[in-house]
Each structure stands twice: as C-alpha cells, then as structure tokens.
C-alpha cells in the first residue's frame, strides 16, 4: 500500500449578509459606502451616537458610549440581514473597552473620597456592550468578547468567520473603539468613537453582499497591511483600531474583486480575498 496524503483544506469562506457603521463623519453604512467609493467626500467630524432606544429606560441611561456604538452598529447590521436578532450568536471585539468611563474611574479613585459610582464600575467589563446587547435584544445566544489590542479587528473577524463555518449559522460580528479623554489620551491617543458591525453567513443568500475567503496559510501573512487612499479615511484607519475595517468595507462597497490585507498583530497580517456574492 502507498500513503496518500490528506485532502488540503478548503479554505475559510463566508459571505457578508449586512452591515452597520458608525464613526466621525458617517453615521450609517449608506452614508460610509458612499464616502468610501468617493460619490461623497469624507468631511471629519466628531461622532453621534444615538440614544440606544431599545434598552429599558433605565439602563438607556446608564449606557456610556460603548454600548451606544455598540448597539447602534449592531442593529444596523442585522436589520439590513432582514434576520431575527435574537437568533444570532455574536462576537464583540475591542482593542480597550470603554475609554471614557475608565478615566472616570481613575479620576475617582485619584479623587479625596475614592468611591466609585456603581454604574461606572459595571459597565468598566469588558463584556459590558455584550451584557446590553443581550439585555435590548433577548439573544439567549452565545456570545464571545474579545480584545487584542490595535488587531480586535481582525480577530474578531477570525472568530466570527470560523464559528459561522464551524456551527453552520449567521454570526453578527461588532467591532468598536471610544476615545480616551486626557491624561489617558496621550498614553493611548485614539481620537474618537468608531463601530463597525457585520452579519457573517457560512452560504450566500439573497441579501449576501459579498464574499469573503482567507488566502492560504490560514489568513497569515508578513505583507503590509492595505492603506486608503483619502487622507481622512487612512487617518482614521491608523488612529481607530476597529477602522483597522476599512479596507475590507471599501472593497465590499465597490462589489469587485480585490485581494487585501489587513492589520492583525505586530509582524503578523490577515490576507483577504473579496468577491460578489
């Protein structure tokens, strides 16, 4: 008998069913497509974040701008899918949480009386955008929350890819950043809120809007991550680690072809292939 060897794998594919974006300059993904394929000029502006409706009153107003980001971008995504949101198992990903609430906290604890207000302390998890989630939406669903520094991006995506695959059902993917307020910003200098938000399908279907595969090797590469061409959009993308997207959204909303690679971990990238569904 002669050895044969195993089949190769085939490699990780999934299709892209609906998108939510929320960021300086663009408060939806119509208003981001358009920047993006240059029918409109990007023009920066500071982030508006919607009150989040769909939570009770009281925990509306406990929500700081991890969750209004969060939850925003999210039901834009899933709403665009036309699937039911408490159906969906989700990954949210986040180089650092909540900026802002983790400089009030250090403002109080730096304060003559030290006590921090229980809201503050949690909504401090990193978990926080998730719990809410599930709190506006009813999902019963798994729900994975990760962070990796200046690459949450691209592991976000990883996971949601390989969990859609693996359990053969829609994953919705949200990604985010907030500011950080000074002192803090000039240790961690992101300069404003920005969430991006994608229902990750393991087959097409009739809303697919594109089609995503990892090159060989896993994904992996040593090539330089992709750059935008607009001076505001590459700003973006090097400043906010979730807009660390935007060359994947920029090669969804021109619905052609392209070969990418995004920002992951340090000497590490992740090489895309995008295509129409």
Known sequence: ????????ASPLTVFIEGIGLTGPGFSSW????????????????????PSPMALPPAERRRAGAVVKVSLAVGHEAVAAA?????????????????????????????????????????????????????????????????????????????????????DDTPVLLVVYDTDYPEPLRSKRPVPDTLGVAMVIA?????????????????????????????????????????????PLLQAIAHKQAAALVLDYLDGTQLALEVASA
């Not at 119509?30 to 394929?37: A, F, H, I, V």
């Not at 009813?138 to 976000?156: E, I, K, T």
């Not at 594109?210 to 607009?230: E, F």
Request: aromatic share 4%; hydrophobic share 40%; proline share 6%.
């Open 1 to 8: 008998m002669t050895a044969s060897n195993p089949p190769a």
């Open 30 to 49: 119509e208003e981001g497509r358009q920047q993006l394929t240059g029918l409109a000029p990007h023009i920066p502006q500071k982030t508006l974040l």
């Open 82 to 166: 036309g699937l039911n949101v408490a159906d969906l198992p989700s990954v949210f990903s986040s180089s650092s949480g909540d900026g802002i609430n983790c400089h009030e906290i250090c403002s109080a604890l730096a304060s003559s009386d030290r006590l921090i207000s229980p809201t503050r302390f949690h909504n401090s998890v990193h978990n926080a955008a998730s719990g809410y989630w599930s709190i506006c939406t009813g999902a019963m669903q798994p729900s994975s929350v990760l962070c990796a520094y200046d690459g949450s991006f691209a592991a976000g995506l990883l996971e949601a890819m390989t969990q859609a695959v693996i």
């Open 202 to 246: 393991p087959r097409p279907g009739a809303r697919s809007l594109a089609r995503i595969t990892l090159q060989d090797d896993g994904g992996l590469t040593s090539t330089a991550a992709t750059t935008m061409s607009d001076a505001g959009l590459e700003f973006l993308r090097q400043t906010i680690p979730a807009a660390r997207a935007l």
